[in-house]
């Protein structure tokens, strides 16, 4: 059983940056592809960012490419996304996940089986 806690959302003006950190406990981090997901109201759930187990992979969607960065620290058993020059349409609940299984289409929410709580995140003009 891994379960996944995020932290680090809250509020920030168009062009400021947050990180988000999602935490994890129980085994077998260390064999999980992280994803990052996020949903805005009114509209479908999101992938925006994933990582391999080694980092050696991440794949961003359009939406947030050259903005995003996601990192992991398999020591400390922890994925980051760092989000910079955010823009109102970020805006959204962002929700960290885990799979057993690497794709190269890897926004399929089927593909992972932990997920975190979710944290806000709300950016103002």
């Known amino acids: 059983q891994v379960q996944l806690v995020e932290s680090g959302g809250g509020s920030v003006q168009a062009g400021g940056s947050l990180r988000l950190s999602c935490a994890a406990s129980?085994?077998?981090?260390?064999?999980?592809?992280m994803g990052w997901f996020r949903q805005a109201p009114g509209k479908d759930r999101e992938g925006i960012a994933a990582?391999?187990?080694?980092?050696?992979?991440?794949i961003y969607a359009d939406s947030v490419k050259g903005r995003f960065t996601v990192s992991r620290d398999n020591v400390n058993n922890t994925v980051y996304l760092q989000m910079d020059s955010l823009k109102p349409e970020d805006t959204a609940m962002y929700y960290c996940?885990?799979?057993?299984?690497?794709?190269?289409?890897?926004?399929?929410?089927?593909?992972?089986?932990?997920w975190g709580q979710g944290a806000q995140v709300t950016v103002s003009s």
């Open positions: 990582i391999s187990t080694t980092s050696s992979s991440k």
């Open positions: 996940a885990g799979g057993s299984t690497w794709s190269s289409q890897p926004f399929r929410p089927n593909l992972y089986s932990y």
């Open positions: 129980g085994y077998g981090f260390r064999n999980l592809y």
